[in-house]
């Protein structure tokens, strides 16, 4: 927390205005405050499972996190737009809040990225799946399944999401 106060300060220098270096360090200093408040929150909890004001600080701590999660990997997309690993996790982030649409567009941004492509096809075939639009899911999870040529921990998900698509279909 004090490592993220001097950063702050650091960035208010007119030499340090522009830095993208301290810009990213002030934002994952950020998430690791709030994750350690998420952390000190389970701790809580676990001591006393019954408390519901431990439970509510739990659960204000996380979406405080997710929040600003969203928040900053939005930002640094509008800042990079080309950067397709940032668009793959600001898509990971935003299927995680329930914003499937939202996923999907940056899923499809992310496969020209060869680095995120089979993973970011499988997400997209997942964000397509939660919104009940099969038959484009299941082309998904076919292309990434063709693509990968050893059975690896992706290509067993991608199998096991296929079938879930095909039950989905009837």
């Given at each position: 927390?004090?490592?993220?106060?001097?950063?702050?300060?650091?960035?208010?220098?007119?030499?340090a205005?522009?830095?993208?270096?301290?810009?990213?360090?002030?934002?994952?200093?950020m998430?690791?405050?709030?994750e350690?408040?998420?952390?000190?929150a389970?701790s809580i909890v676990?001591?006393?499972?019954?408390?519901q004001?431990?439970?509510?600080?739990?659960?204000?701590a996380?979406?405080?996190?997710?929040k600003v999660?969203?928040?900053?990997?939005?930002?640094?997309?509008?800042?990079?737009p080309?950067?397709?690993?940032?668009?793959?996790?600001?898509?990971n982030?935003?299927?995680?809040?329930?914003d499937?649409?939202?996923a999907?567009?940056?899923?499809?941004?992310a496969?020209?990225?060869p680095k995120v492509?089979l993973?970011?096809l499988?997400?997209?075939?997942?964000?397509?799946k939660?919104?009940?639009?099969?038959?484009?899911?299941v082309?998904q999870?076919?292309t990434?399944?063709?693509?990968?040529?050893?059975?690896?921990?992706?290509?067993?998900?991608?199998i096991?999401?296929?079938?879930?698509?095909y039950e989905?279909?009837?």
């Open positions: 927390a004090s490592a993220l106060e001097y950063v702050k300060k650091a960035r208010t220098l007119p030499s205005s522009g830095d993208s270096t301290l810009e990213k360090l002030q934002s994952d200093l998430i690791g405050v709030l350690k408040r998420v952390k000190d389970h676990a001591a006393a499972p019954d408390d004001g431990a439970k509510d600080l739990l659960a204000a996380k979406a405080e996190l997710i999660r969203l928040e900053d990997a939005k930002a640094y997309v509008e800042r990079y080309n950067d397709y690993a940032a668009r793959f996790n600001l898509a982030l935003l299927y995680d809040t329930g499937h649409q939202g999907i567009a940056n899923f499809q941004q496969q020209k990225s492509r993973s970011a499988a997400g997209m075939g997942k964000a397509l939660a919104r009940k639009m099969f038959d484009l899911a082309q999870f076919q990434a399944k063709a693509e990968i040529p050893t059975m690896d921990e992706l290509k067993k998900d991608i096991y999401q296929l079938a879930e698509c989905g279909m009837g």
